[in-house]
């Protein structure tokens, strides 16, 4: 499970609005969830959060109790969150599993570009077979493929710009009897420009970049700095920018349309990630109640 899996989220009350919110559609109360765990636990070791401070936290963006407390009752179930109980009150804390997602995602955030301007010109290529009851791996490794940068260049084809490593992912479903894997240049002969719009729906990629700037361009414009609430901007800031770029396969710019419009969306969550990190920190440090989590018995 990678975090492109776990992002989405089903409509559970979230009533979509928020306050200093630049309008647009508004990430799920889970996609919330995660951005601030990654933002605010993911770092600062083993702790768990006190239900109430999340639904406080929450409650900024839009999100109401009843959405917040079935939300985490479901990443609980599903393995992402773990519960921690002291007197009457009820703590949260991510599970190895969810903080193995969540530095995967922080990567995709923080450390790579939306563009991919240093390609080499090589790609990696993965086959698959799978038997015909496997559909719920099938559908797992077509998930985490996408998530790494693949597209299906034919049904039982994918391919990635550059060197990825999916030897993990081949691991974690069990199916390396069922996939064979190469690292190859592309013939003259091929059109790589043709090859990606064929592979890779670039209209639906431009598109959500330019919802993404169009929706917060205001807030490097317009909006008060820094914002009434940054704790609550921050967090839909990142949320929408990591559902923003988690289908992006960050494909070769020189192969890419000339109005790509990835550079400016970056530019803009960049600046706006300036403005409201900092402040948004020092709100969380005060209105987050948390506590060092417990050693979990495992049996």
Request: proline share 7%; glycine share 10%; charged share 25%.
């Amino acid at each position: 499970m990678t975090l492109s899996e776990v992002a989405p989220d089903v409509d559970d009350g979230y009533n979509g609005t928020a306050p200093d919110s630049p309008g647009g559609p508004q990430p799920r109360p889970q996609s919330l969830l995660l951005a601030f765990f990654g933002d605010h636990v993911l770092e600062e070791g083993p702790l768990c959060v006190y239900s109430g401070s999340i639904i406080d936290v929450l409650g900024r963006v839009g999100v109401g109790e009843q959405a917040v407390r079935s939300t985490l009752t479901r990443m609980v179930g599903r393995g992402l969150l773990h519960r921690q109980r002291q007197g009457r009150r009820m703590y949260f804390g991510l599970t190895p599993h969810a903080t193995q997602i969540l530095h995967d995602g922080r990567k995709r955030v923080w450390e790579a570009s939306a563009v991919n301007d240093d390609w080499d010109g090589t790609w990696t290529l993965l086959g698959f077979s799978l038997p015909e009851a496997w559909q719920r791996q099938r559908h797992d490794l077509r998930s985490r493929l996408t998530w790494s940068g693949f597209g299906a260049l034919y049904s039982g084809l994918w391919i990635a710009p550059g060197g990825v490593d999916v030897s993990e992912i081949v691991a974690e479903l069990g199916i390396a009897a069922h996939v064979k894997i190469f690292h190859a240049r592309a013939d003259d002969a091929t059109d790589v420009d043709l090859m990606i719009r064929d592979t890779w729906d670039l209209e639906t990629i431009a598109a959500r970049y330019t919802a993404f700037e169009n929706r917060w361009i205001t807030h490097v414009t317009h909006a008060v700095h820094p914002p009434v609430d940054p704790l609550a901007t921050h967090l839909r800031l990142v949320a929408e920018w990591l559902g923003t770029i988690r289908t992006d396969p960050r494909l070769p710019v020189r192969h890419l349309p000339a109005d790509w419009p990835a550079r400016s969306a970056e530019k803009t969550f960049r600046r706006i990630t300036e403005q409201t990190g900092e402040p948004g920190r020092r709100v969380a440090a005060e209105v987050l109640e948390t506590m060092p989590a417990q050693p979990r018995e495992h049996g």
